[in-house]
C-alpha cells in the first residue's frame, strides 16, 4: 500500500470524528442556526469526496491485479539472459518424434549399426547378397530435435543467433536396455544484416524444395543434402558462400572410398532465388577445389556443378516440388555421398566424377486434416570401371507415396510405403521394400 493512500485512510475516520463532533462545539460558542447548517454542509461535502477518492484507489488497485493487457505477454519484463544484449528476444521450438520401420531387402540384410536402417539411405541397400526369410523391424524417437534462437536489433542492426539440435548421434546404450544417443548438432551460426557465419544447410542446397515425406529426407538419392560450416553473404536475390571443404576419392580398382581433408580451398557458390505468389524458383552454382595428399602423392582436380529447383503452387490443395543437378565432382553433394568425387586412376592423379540426379514430388491436401505426397527420385554416376572396379555404384531409384493425418494441431501420424533400388557396375542390383510411421508433435 502506498503512503499517500495510507494518508488518506487515514484521513477519512478523522473527517467523519470531525463531522459529528464540529456541531457540538458550534452549538458551545452559540452560533447560528444557518452558520451551522453551512458547516455541516462542508464537511459532509468533504467526507464524500474522500470516500469517493479512496473507492477510485481501490477499483484501480483490483484492475491492476487480475486484468492484463490486451495481445501476447512477455515472460517477464526484463531479458532472461543479464549477459545478452538488452532487448534480445529469445525463442525455442523442435519436435518429438517416433518411427516405426518395417524393412525388406532382396538380396542381404542391412546391417545392425546400418544408418540405413533408420532413414532411407540408398548407398546401404544391399547388393548381391541372400535375401532374408522376412522384413526387419526397427523403432526409434532419435529423430526428435530442438532450436534455440536469439534475435537482437542493435543500432539499427539485425543479430540472429541459432542453434538446432537432435538425437542422432552415435548409441551411448544398446537395444536391449537404455537405447540413448547422442546429441548431433545441426545449425549453429549467428546472422547480422547480409552476412551468416557458422554451420546450416550449404548455400548449393534448396531445403525449401524438399517433399513433405514421412523419412528423414525421403528423395535421398536425387537432391543436394548438406550441412557445414560456411560464411555466406545475401543482397537480395543473390546469394554466395566459402563453405568448408572435403574430398572423398574411390582409390584404384577398389571400392573403398576415403575422406580426403587436404584441401586448401573451399567450396564455393551463388545462388539467385526467386520468389513470388506460385512459389519460387532457384538455380545454384558450386566450385570446388578436389585434392588428396600422401607421403608420395600430391592430387588435384577441379569440379563444377549446377542445380536447378523449386516449388510451384497448383491452386490451394495442390503444389509441385522438383530438383534437377548435375556436375562434375558433385558426390559429397548428391545423395549424401551416394557416389565420390573423384576417381583415383593407375598413376595417382584424381578425375572428377562426373554425376546427376533429380526428383519431383506432387503433394495434395485432401481436407484440413489429411495430405499426401507421391514422389520419384533418382540418380547415376559415369564410372569407369577400369579405374573405380565394379563394386562402386552406378545408379539409384526410388519412388515413395505417403499420407500424413494431423490429429490435433500440430500432431500427427503418418505412413510412408519406399521402393528403392541400387545398381552397382558390375550390374548386379538389389531392391529395398519399407513401410516407414511416425507420430510427431511439434512445439
Known amino acids: ?23 457540538a462545539q458550534v452549538l458551545a460558542q452559540d452560533a447560528s442556526g444557518q452558520d451551522l447548517e453551512a458547516r455541516i454542509a462542508q464537511l459532509e461535502q468533504l467526507v464524500q469526496g474522500l470516500k469517493t477518492e479512496l473507492d477510485a484507489q481501490k477499483a484501480a488497485t483490483v484492475a ?84 534455440f534462437a536469439a534475435d537482437t536489433d542493435i543500432d539499427g542492426h539485425k543479430v540472429k543467433g541459432y542453434i538446432e539440435a537432435d538425437l542422432f548421434g552415435n548409441a551411448n546404450g544398446n537395444e536391449q536396455s537404455t537405447n540413448t544417443y547422442g546429441l548431433t548438432l545441426r545449425h549453429a551460426y549467428v546472422g547480422w544484416d547480409k552476412w551468416l557465419a557458422g554451420q546450416t544447410w550449404s548455400n548449393f542446397q534448396d531445403a525449401a524444395a524438399l517433399p513433405d515425406a514421412v523419412d528423414f529426407i525421403g528423395p535421398t538419392e536425387g537432391t543436394v543434402f548438406v550441412r557445414q560450416a560456411q560464411l555466406r553473404y545475401t543482397s537480395g536475390p543473390w546469394s554466395a558462400s566459402l563453405e568448408k571443404p572435403e574430398t572423398t576419392v574411390t582409390p584404384y580398382l577398389v571400392g573403398a572410398r576415403i575422406s580426403s581433408d587436404d584441401n586448401s580451398l573451399p567450396d564455393a557458390t551463388v545462388r539467385y532465388l526467386h520468389k513470388a505468389d506460385w512459389g519460387h524458383f532457384t538455380v545454384a552454382g558450386l566450385v570446388r577445389q578436389l585434392k588428396y595428399q600422401t607421403p608420395l602423392l600430391d592430387e588435384s582436380d577441379s569440379a563444377f556443378a549446377l542445380s536447378v529447383s523449386g516449388k510451384w503452387n497448383i491452386g490451394a490443395n495442390d503444389d509441385i516440388r522438383y530438383m534437377v543437378s548435375y556436375g562434375s565432382g558433385i558426390g559429397r553433394y548428391l545423395g549424401l555421398g551416394l557416389g565420390s568425387d573423384a576417381l583415383q586412376a593407375a598413376d595417382g592423379s584424381l ?28 540418380a547415376s554416376y559415369d564410372n569407369d570401371p577400369l579405374i573405380s572396379g565394379l563394386a562402386v555404384t552406378r545408379s539409384a531409384c526410388s519412388i515413395h507415396a505417403n499420407l500424413v493425418y494431423t490429429v490435433l494441431p500440430k500432431l500427427e501420424i503418418g505412413a510412408e510405403f519406399i521402393h528403392g533400388t541400387r545398381e552397382i557396375e558390375s550390374g548386379l542390383d538389389g531392391v529395398l521394400r519399407r513401410l516407414h510411421m511416425h507420430v510427431k508433435y511439434n512445439f
Open 1 to 23: 500500500m502506498s503512503r499517500n493512500t495510507l494518508k488518506r485512510r487515514t484521513l477519512l475516520p478523522l473527517a467523519v470524528l470531525l463531522a459529528i463532533a464540529a456541531p
Open 64 to 147: 491492476a491485479t487480475t486484468t492484463l493487457p490486451a495481445g501476447p505477454q512477455p515472460v517477464q519484463a526484463s531479458t532472461l539472459m543479464p549477459a545478452a544484449n538488452p532487448g534480445t528476444r529469445f525463442g525455442f521450438g523442435g519436435f518429438i518424434e517416433l518411427d516405426a520401420m518395417l524393412s525388406d531387402t532382396s538380396d542381404g540384410e542391412l546391417t545392425d549399426d546400418s544408418a540405413g536402417r533408420l532413414l532411407y539411405l540408398p548407398s546401404t541397400t544391399p547388393v548381391g547378397g541372400s535375401s532374408e526369410a522376412g522384413p526387419d523391424l526397427d523403432v526409434h524417437a532419435q529423430f526428435s530435435r530442438f532450436w
Open 351 to 378: 578425375q572428377a566424377l562426373d554425376g546427376r540426379g533429380g526428383y519431383i514430388a506432387w503433394r495434395h491436401a485432401f481436407n484440413p486434416r489429411l495430405r499426401g505426397n507421391l514422389f520419384v527420385s533418382a
